[in-house]
């Protein structure tokens, strides 16, 4: 249910099972469904979106396909019949909640469904307002309405040199916004998959209530805004306070300023940030000539957490306070520009990491940033050298600031290997070919960067990492709270181990499959069994979950993290009791023998053909069944002639799957004899999957 970007192959062979399978399972419900739609809403939600998890549909991924994407990408011509995009959605998200697919960290069905009504009737608007156009359908749309035949490519291409001359008329105003849209990067096709993070523990919210009110930064934030309170301080006409309230708050919130001799406020640094912080925050507003403490916020001020998490947020919008010019003498460094970017990039780079960050790691990973967006004279080593110096003491503040408020914490010892060079030396020599010299100086590659300067700074990092202790840099729990929430925001996956303790026993093993490591699967699986009270019965739920399972290779993936998670030697037993059950015993037998606990031998006949079954079965899934599947067993030839026809003579359980691989068989193979028995003639599933839109 979720593939990378690169995947192409495999994600197209799982949508086209997934759709086929939708289809059938519709036509069955007598609910409607169209099958090109229904790839298309797939491929929103693998290509548009920051986390591509296929049974995660919350009300923006929603709305964002029905009134974006479709409209940006789905072109519908004169006399064709308007598909039923509501009404596929809705039929698909039944399906995969009805299929154990849906990902139960998503809303419930009813809430998704709710989402679709929402915006449905917005939906036939959407797709005729040429605004929301893509290109291609722009000047599609164009050409059709012009009389010009779009699926005739010559007359196609005619018209697009018509309109590069000029001589074609268009809606001006419409392609603008178009133009617009793509150059700003608001277009749902504009979005990059974010890589995905591993999976993280908190504690309480309680605890880390506690945490927060710890922090002095909370303490100075909540004191400022108890002082200015609802009657107002006076400040300057320029917002700033006056030097003998100024002394009166630097003593009161003990901010460290020295005041001896200060003639403005604004030579008073930490207070400075601290009334910037608290502005940015909220927490207080300048109106005429006074500094209120802000209503609306003493909810916040009374709990140290959302304060904290209010200060955290915060802190994107402190550039001009923390590292902006000081005067016209001053200029800002490279971060100044790319402050929000830069700061996003080393908090998400921080989070979930199993050990702390090396400051020289994390320096040259944010020095690459610069490289890539700035242009860079390589001749000019000393003025980039005070270039990027300039840079890391502004990076150095950022990190104080963090620090201060208690996101991170700073240590001293050795990096772990993990971040010495990387040994890339088996990846072939496409990757180091095609990587930029920049990443494989950072990585230090050995030969892939030829720049003798350039291996001559990667030999200096490493040595940095290795001649001694160095700084090491890690989230604390509430900064890692903090950023989870920021990544969910974004629409990213962020794991956290407990949060499927309410999970069904389907949805918690498809989750551990898909995106939990080995430990954090077993602690994860661990809290699941004691919320259930009896063992034996949680287990029973969760080899029940893999029973009815209708795709094989779920079912396999599934069956394969629970035998992972469960204590050392309680996996085999489980198998070993799971081999002598009808129906999972093909996926049992698949593990035992995957796991080389289980040799061709010590199989019985009837065993063998089981596991020949399941084999086929699955591969055929991963074929995406269909055309895929029928390809597949066409190379083989006569061994996959014989090994269907030994496959369908065991006694597996999923008899409509074998049913499926005879009718594929036939099609692929032309048997019609008696070694695969009488195929008739194959049906389609109903629907309308077979009529084509142009995207």
């Not at 309170?229 to 006409?237: K, L, M, Y």
């Not at 990585?443 to 030829?450: D, E, F, Q, R, S």
């Not at 035998?563 to 009808?582: F, I, Q």
Request: charged share 30%; net charge negative; glycine share 8%.
């Amino acid at each position: 249910m979720r593939f990378e970007p690169e995947a192409e192959e495999e994600f197209e062979a799982a949508r086209g099972l997934l759709a086929d399978r939708l289809v059938r399972w519709a036509g069955e419900q007598g609910l409607p469904v169209d099958g090109y739609m229904a790839v298309t809403v797939l491929d929103y939600r693998h290509l548009a979106t920051a986390d591509g998890r296929l049974g995660l549909w919350e009300s923006r991924h929603v709305e964002e396909l029905l009134l974006s994407w479709l409209p940006q990408q789905v072109t519908e011509l004169t006399g064709e019949e308007r598909a039923d995009a509501p009404g596929t959605l809705r039929t698909l998200l039944r399906y995969l909640h009805a299929e154990q697919l849906a990902d139960p960290r998503g809303p419930s069905l009813q809430d998704s469904l709710a989402a679709v009504d929402g915006v449905a009737e917005q939906h036939l608007a959407a797709m005729t307002d040429r605004t929301r156009w893509g290109l291609a359908k722009f000047w599609a749309m164009t050409a059709a309405e012009q009389g010009v035949d779009v699926q005739d490519g010559a007359a196609f291409q005619r018209f697009a040199d018509r309109a590069q001359r000029g001589e074609v008329a268009y809606d001006q105003q419409a392609l603008a916004a178009i133009m617009e849209r793509r150059l700003t990067g608001r277009a749902p096709s504009g979005v990059a998959r974010a890589e995905p993070q591993l999976p993280v523990m908190l504690p309480s919210d309680d605890e880390l209530r506690r945490r927060a009110e710890a922090s002095t930064t909370v303490a100075q934030l909540r004191g400022l805004a108890e002082w200015a309170g609802q009657g107002g301080r006076p400040v300057t006409a320029t917002g700033r306070l006056r030097m003998a309230e100024a002394r009166e708050l630097v003593d009161v919130l003990g901010t460290g300023d020295r005041i001896e001799g200060v003639r403005s406020s604004a030579d008073l640094p930490r207070l400075g940030l601290l009334m910037e912080w608290a502005k940015k925050a909220r927490l207080v507003r300048g109106v005429k000539g006074r500094l209120y403490a802000v209503g609306k916020a003493r909810p916040v001020l009374a709990d140290p957490l959302q304060l904290w998490l209010r200060a955290f947020d915060a802190c994107f919008e402190l550039r001009q306070a923390l590292i902006g010019p000081r005067s016209g003498w001053h200029v800002e460094s490279m971060l100044f520009d790319v402050y929000d970017d830069v700061l996003d990039d080393v908090l998400n780079t921080l989070y979930s990491l199993p050990y702390p960050m090396p400051w020289p790691r994390l320096r040259d990973t944010v020095h690459l940033a610069y490289r890539t967006s700035f242009q860079l004279d390589a001749g000019l080593d000393l003025q980039n050298r005070m270039w990027f110096e300039h840079a890391d003491r502004d990076l150095r503040a950022v990190l104080d600031l963090l620090d201060d408020l208690g996101a991170i914490e700073r240590d001293r010892g050795m990096a772990d290997p993990v971040f010495l060079d990387v040994d890339l030396s088996d990846s072939g020599p496409e990757l180091l070919a095609g990587m930029p010299p920049e990443l494989a100086e950072l990585l230090g590659v050995a030969g892939a960067a030829t720049d003798p300067a350039a291996r001559e700074r990667a030999d200096a990092r490493r040595e940095e990492l290795t001649a001694g202790p160095v700084e090491l840099i890690r989230l604390t729990e509430l900064g890692t709270k903090a950023v989870r929430q920021r990544l969910l925001a974004a629409g990213r996956d962020a794991p956290l181990v407990g949060e499927l303790a309410q999970a069904s026993a389907a949805g918690l093993l498809g989750v551990l499959a898909e995106d939990y490591d080995p430990d954090a699967a077993r602690t994860e699986l661990a809290g699941w069994i004691t919320a259930r009270g009896g063992r034996e019965g949680a287990l029973r739920q969760l080899t029940d979950a893999v029973r009815t399972m209708t795709f094989r290779t779920r079912a396999q993936a599934m069956l394969d993290v629970l035998l992972a998670a469960l204590p050392d030697g309680e996996g085999e037993g489980l198998l070993r009791t799971l081999r002598r059950d009808a129906k999972l015993a093909p996926l049992a037998l698949n593990a035992l023998a995957h796991r080389e606990l289980l040799s061709p031998e010590d199989m019985t006949d009837a065993e063998s053909l089981l596991v020949l079954a399941e084999s086929l079965l699955q591969l055929v899934e991963l074929a995406g069944g269909g055309d895929g599947a029928e390809e597949m067993l066409r190379a083989q030839g006569s061994q996959a002639r014989d090994a269907v026809a030994a496959a369908l003579d065991s006694v597996h359980p999923d008899r409509a799957g074998l049913d499926e691989l005879r009718q594929l068989a036939a099609r692929a193979l032309g048997t019609h004899g008696a070694r695969i028995g009488r195929v008739p003639k194959a049906r389609r599933p109903s629907g309308k999957s077979g009529r084509k839109r142009r995207r």
